[in-house]
Nanobody, 123 residues
Framework: QVQLLESGGGLVQAGDSLRLSCAASGRTFSTYVMGWFRQGPGKEREFVAAINWTNLGTYYADSVKGRFTISRDNAKNTVYLQMNSLKPEDTGVYYC????????????????WGQGTQVTVSS
């Protein structure tokens, strides 16, 4: 079992940066694939980024590629999402998620979820 807690959200202006953190509790954190999803107002939850056991394997949604960077520190049981050049369309609740085995961009394949952290980007 894995429990996740997101932090680092806030209110920023377009072009600013934020770094989200997801602290995980539970055994064998290093064997889990970690992902970030987001849900804007009135929208469905969508995939943002994912990372496998090491920082060598990452995948990003086209909408954030080149601006966002996902990373993890297994010693601290923490995954990060560095968000640069933020746009108003990045606004939403950002969720951290975890799954066993292989990389996935499918929401339904993640087993554990955090409560989310709000990111608001003003024009």
């Amino acid at each position: 079992q894995v429990q996740l807690l997101e932090s680092g959200g806030g209110l920023v202006q377009a072009g600013d940066s934020l770094r989200l953190s997801c602290a995980a509790s539970g055994r064998t954190f290093s064997t889990y694939v970690m992902g970030w999803f987001r849900q804007g107002p009135g929208k469905e939850r969508e995939f943002v980024a994912a990372i496998n056991w090491t920082n060598l394997g990452t995948y990003y949604a086209d909408s954030v590629k080149g601006r966002f960077t996902i990373s993890r520190d297994n010693a601290k049981n923490t995954v990060y999402l560095q968000m640069n050049s933020l746009k108003p369309e990045d606004t939403g609740v950002y969720y951290c998620a975890a799954r066993k085995l292989s990389m996935s961009i499918r929401l339904g394949e993640y087993d554990y979820w955090g409560q989310g952290t709000q990111v608001t980007v003003s024009s």
